[in-house]
DNA sequence: CGCTTACATTACATTTATTCATGGATAGCC
DNA sequence: GGCTATCCATGAATAAATGTAATGTAAGCG
């Protein structure tokens, strides 16, 4: 089999100009390479070296090796640096896993400083999941997950980050709009916006509706956050929102920000890892900062 | 350090799914590659799978590992086979170096059907060489040499070719165009154009001017055969050229072809090879074709 | 011509890889 | 829940590879 070792030797034979200085280079007796090179010679089943009275000189093939040594060879090296740097906990990967539509946005505040701190973690964010948040997280298709719910399962770890106040989000002209809070009734007649995530993840029914008994007029979905503050800044619907982020849209689009119910939903973002990564200390570092 | 083998370890686990299956595959016992695996982490110090009950799972290093893995494999494989093509005769390369400016054309000629016959063979044509044609080719920097001086050296072996005729184009309109043959003097008052190479490599010196005593007006050079052809057409000098090349070009710029001297500077393209090449089956088939 | 340098070869030593035999752990199955 | 098949780990024994020392042979150089 063609190994590294062969791709060394030509490359340094070449680099050397001669066998024995090569297996100087090598820490090697200048007969463990003649036997090196023979070999390998007898395995090719080809020349690799002209024996031109004492000089060794490249066969077409050896010179074709030689070019696949100085490609081949540095990439190894380079891969070598880079698994010190896993082995020293310098360099890691953190798949992220989102199951929180609207954190999108706050995620990347947090992601940005951290990649100026670890600048050998390659962060990379996930949405869909074959078997949920939980399930690639314990599939180790991600590391981290952040989700407005918990689970608490035997190794994984959940933390909360962030906490908000989930509102809903009117034009500024809706006839809602001057509410101190509503009452679930009040969307009796509303078309309500959301993403389009199943229904009993959606903290505006499980929390609001659903337990008095109403069904808005209509339910529209939508993937994407300008999108559905445009339709609602025109008076095409109502949006529950995280009240945050609700803000850093009001003044653009004249939207008013209404609680839902008398003292509102309060939730939660929480952090997700599995027990077994608590060690990582780039993985610690991030949702140290993500707690702020 | 870092190895094929390493890797193909790391490869085929992922593709098996298991250790034992791997080790089926790589035709080793399960304890083999167990060691293996072992030994490649305690080197590199850092885990590249996660023992999960029976199930090995690669660590972000492992994933590295594979992904580079899957990048450098194929390459490995590729070159062994191409090896394999160089060991059967069938893959080389042929480096030919050129000594003849004018041949170039001629050349072309002979390549293009080679390169079908010998769809593995690269060819490289080279036109400038440190220690001249002859250096080149016992330095092995060239293969092959086309070359009108042939040099009888140990080691070397000249073939010639192709047979021509040296003769002077000028312009139709040249005062000299009607003539069946010149003599020296005629180019006493002329404008000589030659590519740009000694004097003694130029046979209109050599074989013509200089036995003469006869030095023309002026000598300019030029690297382009095109251009150089230009110029004679519009009238503003004259160049030896073979008469097959010249002859090609005669309608097209309104050229007039005269002999040098009485009878003529005959001339003869050889192909000098290295004695301990003449077995290379790809280069005896291209002399052969060369000669026609 | 003889000295130095360079690669090859032979016989032997050492290191490394592999196997064999065995044990512990886990997932699936009655 | 206990049985069984499967999977990975381990330690000692063994096979294979890689390496060394010593020596040989040939080429360049003064």
Same mark, same amino acid.
């Given at each position: ?47 690799? =070296? ?5 000089? #060794? ?48 946005? =706050? ?14 973690? +390659? @962060?990379? @964010? ?23 719910? /918990? ?9 909360? @980050? ?5 509102? #809903? @989000? ?32 959606? +903290? ?37 929102? /995280?009240? =945050? ?48």
């Amino acid at each position: 089999m063609l190994d590294r070792s062969h791709l060394l030797v030509v490359r340094t034979i070449e680099q050397q100009g001669s066998l024995t200085a090569a297996a100087r280079q090598l820490c090697l007796t200048q007969s463990a390479l003649s036997h090196t090179i023979r070999k390998l010679e007898t395995h090719l089943g080809t020349a690799i =070296w002209l024996r031109e009275g004492r000089q #060794l000189r490249l066969t077409p093939a050896g010179r074709y090796l030689l070019g696949l040594a100085n490609r081949l060879l540095p990439q190894l090296e380079y891969a070598e640096a880079r698994l010190r740097q896993f082995a020293r906990g310098e360099r890691g990967t953190l798949r992220i896993g989102m199951e929180c539509h609207p954190c999108y946005q =706050w995620l990347i505040n947090v992601i940005s400083p951290f990649l100026s701190a670890w600048p050998d973690v +390659d @962060v990379d @964010v996930k949405q869909k999941f074959l078997f949920g948040g939980i399930g690639a997280l314990l599939e180790h298709e991600i590391d981290l997950l952040v989700t407005p719910d /918990p689970f608490n399962k035997a190794g994984l770890k959940f933390e909360p @980050v962030f906490d908000f106040e989930q509102i #809903l @989000v009117l034009s500024a002209s809706h006839r809602l709009a001057g509410q101190f809070y509503l009452n679930a009734e009040d969307l009796r007649d509303e078309v309500l916006l959301t993403y389009p995530v199943s229904v009993d993840r959606l +903290d505006i029914y499980t929390q609001f509706l659903t337990p008095a008994g109403i069904v808005p007029r209509l339910h529209k979905t939508c993937e994407s956050t300008d999108v559905m503050l445009q339709l609602v800044s025109s008076g095409r619907g109502v949006a529950p929102f /995280p009240a =945050w982020l609700a803000e850093t849209y009001q003044e653009r689009l004249n939207l008013a920000l209404v609680r839902l119910g008398q003292s509102g939903i309060h939730k939660q973002i929480f952090l997700g890892i599995r027990e077994s990564d608590q060690a990582l200390d780039y993985l610690r570092a991030f949702i140290d900062s993500a707690r702020e």
